[in-house]
């Protein structure tokens, strides 16, 4: 059977199993279509947050960026992890106390202020819309890949499947729907991760195999990785690199803009209570973590096997031959990559062998000259790729390719379907009956809804044909809105009886606008690519990339709160009653909906 | 009345488990695993040093169990203050 077959029938078979339990549990009414109805256990609530979350950034993107930069980009690790600890301590029990629907509903009531409810439905609009760009990217990936076509037609066929799946059901349908999900994608990210982890170093657990022994070798693994990847001009994997500065408030922007993210956040209004809330926040990490703790070794581990492939005799030895690619079944990988077009490579001095190295680095000037080498023939290996090409490179039996594959389409999908209910939540719910025309019927409420995620999904196609960047770093730009615009009013909605509704508003307004004009100065206006007037590798304020923009946002939203607040008229008593209710547990009952 | 206070109270000391909890928070992921990686650089850690375990694994281990701490140690301030539901 080719690994063309089998990887169709495992992504036939796992998108069967969603659907059908889509259908079981298909949404009746709008409190189901949203919520759930409430019933949802901390342990289930948690599995479906994390395949919720974990998107096509985490599984389909984040190791490759490790691979490819080492150290320094342990910042998505810390960040993407650290954020529920915000999450948890700061959030999620006082917003399940609030017992209402949508974050916009409680910015609204907290601020008494129609205008503040609409600034958060635009704050959360932009946010999620990002984040669906870089989910499209890693879905043109996934399906570029698995139904051999090139990245762009798999994105479009993404786009169609991403739509039809999340127009299905709603949060009640998807809550199940992403429990499957979320056990087939970790099964996906961990298996082949455990045989790999085996062939290296004998330790079953990828995250401590990593700082094992690299059995072939007898050297540490970081160790003899650190090696040959110096030994071929690259920087060294374990050391520290860029500007600490920047990694700091990077990790930041992702911590702060993951508590700030509607549909997480929306996930905790689905528990009974309010201690479920507390406990559902660490069951949603403890399975994220499953994944987080094994992808630092999916990315070391690649790029060791990746370098010996290119090197089967040592790094100073000779480069694979180019007739070994075509003709040896451990290279055919390379070839069925190539048709994605996302990795292609060039015999550039026509040697009949493909010299892989960093041809930018002097140290290796010399022994390129002295061996005839005109350049770095590996000539584009996108890192979106890693993580699927990953099984192929080890060179793993089909079933788990086949699994793979169907594990980064769950990832992207699940994803897709949670922001697209959260943006057109967004749409229906709070702009349409909160604010434009507050008697729509249910039915009406509905196909609006349906009517939004068609708007969105035809956008973040069309902006994800030309991304911003690769899937996790689109997706960190939008956690740097969501940490500059939500996150700090609900932070102070919660924590603070002194900030008002001019206070909010303002805060949102400057925090969501300053943030997003850095990221277009850099990133092109509307992700337009051309358009930008700076690039992140020589930013417009010292070292601060546009990705690690968010955290300095949430400042000048605090700020510029505070200080508007200070200046206006203090919020009501019955404002005041209002936050020392959602401080305390007692009398949280069931959510309603409206108002 | 003092039922506010009460309540004031509980909130005080939830308050003060956050601030505890966000140093430790803070001391893993930004200390150990960017700012102090140099100066805790000379304890090994398979192949490589300290820092860079808190970086990739540690850090994550600890936010686990800060979050379940804060829950058991919440829930059980919640009976105390008789606010729980």
């Known amino acids: 059977m080719s690994q063309f077959v089998i990887n169709l029938l495992f992504v036939g078979a796992s998108f069967a199993l969603y659907i059908g339990i889509a259908i079981w549990a298909r949404a009746g009414s709008t409190s189901e279509f949203y919520a759930a109805g409430r019933g949802v256990h901390p342990v289930t609530n948690g599995m479906a947050t994390a395949a919720d979350w974990m998107s096509a950034a985490s599984f389909i993107s984040m190791a490759g960026l490790i691979a490819f930069v080492g150290y320094d980009n342990s910042t998505f690790l810390m960040g993407w992890t650290g954020g529920y600890v915000l999450l948890a301590l700061m959030l999620a029990p006082y917003l399940r106390k609030f017992g209402k629907f949508t974050v916009s509903e409680f910015i609204g009531e907290r601020f008494y202020s129609s205008t503040a409810r609409l600034v958060a439905v635009v704050c959360l609009i932009v946010a999620s819309v990002t984040y669906v760009i870089g989910q499209m990217t890693g879905v043109g990936v996934a399906f570029g890949r698995f139904l051999e076509v090139s990245n762009t037609t798999g994105l479009l066929i993404g786009a169609a499947v991403v739509f039809a799946y999340a127009v ?3 949060m009640k349908g998807v809550t199940y729907t992403q429990v499957a999900q979320y056990c087939v994608l970790i099964l996906a990210y961990t298996i082949p991760a455990i045989f790999i982890s085996l062939q290296l170093t004998g330790n079953p657990v990828p995250g401590l195999g990593l700082f094992g022994t690299h059995e072939a070798s007898g050297e540490p693994l970081l160790q003899k990785l650190d090696q040959i990847v110096t030994d071929l001009g690259f920087r060294e994997y374990t050391a520290h690199h860029g500007d600490t500065f920047n990694m700091m408030l990077f990790t930041l922007s992702l911590m702060i803009g993951t508590a700030g993210l509607p549909h997480v956040i929306m996930r905790f209004f689905t528990v009974p209570k309010v201690s479920d809330a507390r406990w559902s926040a660490g069951w949603t990490l403890v399975f994220i973590a499953l994944l987080y703790l094994t992808a630092p070794a999916v990315g070391g581990m690649a790029r060791l096997n990746i370098t010996e492939q290119f090197w089967p005799n040592g790094t100073d030895g000779e480069a694979v031959a180019v007739e070994t690619i075509e003709t040896d079944p451990d290279y055919n990988w390379m070839l069925t990559w190539q048709k994605t077009g996302l990795l292609d490579w060039e015999d550039k001095n026509g040697d009949g062998r493909i010299q892989y190295y960093n041809d930018g680095s002097e140290a290796m000037a010399e022994r390129a000259a002295a061996s005839g080498w005109e350049g770095n023939e590996l000539t584009r290996f996108n890192r979106d790729i890693l993580v699927l090409a990953n099984p192929e490179i080890a ?18 999908l699940s994803t897709a379907a949670g922001l697209l209910l959260a943006i057109s939540s967004a749409v229906s719910h709070d702009l349409i009956k909160g604010q434009i025309n507050p008697r729509i019927s249910e039915k009406g409420e509905l196909l609006s809804a349906r009517i939004a995620m068609a708007v969105a999904i035809v956008v973040a196609t069309y902006l994800g044909l030309n991304p911003p960047g690769f899937a996790a770093q689109t997706v960190a730009l939008a956690f740097g809105l969501a940490a500059a615009s939500i996150f700090p009013a609900l932070m102070m909605g919660i924590f603070s009886k002194k900030i008002n509704n001019h206070g909010a508003v303002a805060g949102m307004l400057a925090g969501l606008a300053v943030t997003l004009i850095y990221i277009f100065l850099h990133k092109g206006w509307f992700f337009i690519p051309g358009t930008n007037s700076f690039t992140d590798a020589d930013p417009l304020l010292g070292t601060i990339k546009s990705t690690s923009f968010g955290a300095i ?20 008593l019955e404002i005041k009653d209002l936050v020392e209710s959602v401080r305390v547990p007692r009398g949280a009952g069931a959510a309603q909906a409206g108002h | 009345m003092s039922e506010e206070i009460a309540s004031n109270r509980y909130w005080r000391s939830n308050i003060r488990l956050i ?50 701490f804060y829950a058991w140690r919440m829930n059980r301030l919640d009976r105390e203050h008789g606010v729980d539901e």
């Open chain 1, 553 to 572: 946002g949430a400042a000048i939203n605090f700020a510029v709160a505070y200080l508007v607040a200070g200046m206006t008229r203090e919020p009501p």
């Open chain 1, 395 to 412: 060179n793993l039996p089909g079933w788990v390719i086949g699994l793979v594959a169907a594990g980064g389409l769950a990832a992207a």
């Open chain 2, 19 to 68: 601030q505890v909890s966000l140093v430790i928070w803070a001391l893993v992921s930004f200390g150990f695993g960017i700012v102090l990686r140099p100066t805790i650089s000379s304890i090994p850690v398979g192949g490589t040093d300290l820092g860079f375990w808190f970086a990739q694994q540690g850090s994550i281990l600890v936010f686990l169990a800060l979050i379940f």
């Open chain 1, 168 to 170: 299905f059901g709603g």
